[in-house]
């Protein structure tokens, strides 16, 4: 089921922008793709530094990029929105920026719809300035009534931050974790295997008998209703990069798969080649995942990396790295990678993270409307005037 929103005027149509990126955009370059009127999405930037002409045409040329792979987009919008009031001549020093991805745009064969910018006094139309100056924001505001009801953060950043816990639980988690490294640390030492290939049958480490299970159980329920062993069980996976893998790959799938890559990296470990087919959506490629699964899989780990010690994060702030890349969240995946590089410089799949964040990789499924699956959330298309 979709609902469409017509957004008649540019006022309106500014109210909706938020709606699309599920937060109030600050010092944002965003792009809201077309196709035959209807919005396919928006796409979200950092403004450059300057409005030096070189950074402002690499910005233009990497968002418009973005736009182009987008197969049935025929038209843009673009918005800019400083912090700075307009009247202090922010409408003209943003101008270089979008009179370069206007250009950008039509090169590439893509009609403009609007170019608008939102400063803190208000906004205005940049191919139609105001000659009064800007027009208030209270109009923006004023063109919200009707539309859905729909959590916005207030800024791109709100929603990387970690939910809160209560100590109590922290310190439970902690001791099951510790407790599970001792029962396999004594094994492993036994049996002088690593710690991520031991198979243990200890009560204290019995969820960790068949990771698959552990992972589909944790995304198949809230995680408030997980237990602290379970959170610990999850936090000790994901510190470790073969199960923290195995659980990535079974989110953007299924068990199925989640037992497919668990078999390849034994199988690796062995000295066979990891099959390609399992590792493509490692890196974006493949069918397009359940972006509900996604979501699931990133409240819990982001549960799991608030509950642990510091020192044990970089696992599960990894793992809610590609989680938000995979959902089209690069500037949340940032947050979570750079985070995790503040504990662990070292950290591989954060490190490999924000390279590919840096320069402006996407997984290839983000250009693609998912096809509807049974038991997703509605979605919602919005209009052109």
């Known amino acids: ?20 990126l599920g937060c109030v955009p600050r010092r944002s370059l965003v792009l809201v793709p077309f196709a035959r009127g209807r919005s396919l999405g928006a796409m979200r930037v950092d403004l450059p530094p300057s409005s030096d002409p070189t950074a402002c045409v690499s910005v233009a040329s990497t968002v418009i990029g973005m736009a182009c792979k987008v197969a049935t987009a025929d038209a ?6 400083a912090d700075e009031p307009l009247a202090e ?35 205005d139309d940049h191919r139609a300035p105001s000659s009064t100056g800007p027009y208030p ?3 923006i505001d004023e063109s919200q009534a009707g539309l859905p009801d729909t959590r916005i953060d207030d800024d791109q950043y709100a929603a990387a931050e970690l939910p809160g816990v209560d100590d109590d639980l922290k310190e439970v988690v902690a001791e099951a974790i510790d407790a599970m490294e001792h029962v396999l640390g004594t094994v492993a030492e036994r049996r002088r295997l690593p710690l991520d290939r031991v198979a243990v049958s200890a009560a204290t480490a019995s969820l960790l008998a068949e990771p698959p299970l552990l ?8 995680p408030s209703e997980l237990t602290p062993r379970e959170l610990a069980a999850v936090s000790f996976c994901l510190e470790r990069p073969s199960l923290r893998d195995v659980a990535l790959m079974q989110w953007a799938g299924d068990i199925r798969d989640g037992y497919a890559v668990l078999g390849a990296q034994t199988a690796y470990h062995a000295g066979a080649a990891f099959p390609e ?7 974006g490629e493949g069918a397009h995942p359940d972006p509900d699964r996604l979501h699931r899989a990133l409240a819990l780990c982001r549960l799991v990396a608030a509950t642990v010690p510091s020192r044990r994060r970089p696992g599960s702030l990894s793992a809610c790295a590609w989680l938000a890349w995979a959902v089209g969240r690069s500037t949340h995946a940032a947050t979570y990678a750079e985070h995790a590089l503040d504990i662990d410089s070292a ?5 490999i993270m924000l390279s590919m964040i840096d320069g402006g990789r996407l997984p290839e499924w983000v250009f ?18």
Not at 215 to 222: G, L, Q, T, V, Y
Not at 277 to 283: E, K, T
């Open 347 to 351: 950290h591989g799949l954060s490190g």
């Open 277 to 283: 087919d399992l590792a493509r959506p490692m890196w």
């Open 368 to 385: 693609e409307r998912p096809t509807s699956r049974a038991g997703t959330s509605p979605s919602r298309g919005f209009r052109d005037r």
């Open 89 to 123: 001549a922010a409408a003209s020093a943003h101008g270089p920026l979008v009179d370069a991805t206007i250009a950008r745009a039509e090169i590439c064969g893509l009609r403009i719809t609007e170019a608008l910018i939102v400063g803190a006094d208000g906004w």
């Open 137 to 139: 924001l209270p109009e």
């Open 76 to 81: 843009v919008a673009v918005v800019v929105y």
């Open 215 to 222: 992972f589909e159980d944790a995304i198949s329920r809230a």
């Open 1 to 20: 089921m979709t609902t469409i929103v017509p957004a008649s005027t540019p006022a309106s149509f500014l109210s909706l922008v938020p709606h699309l």
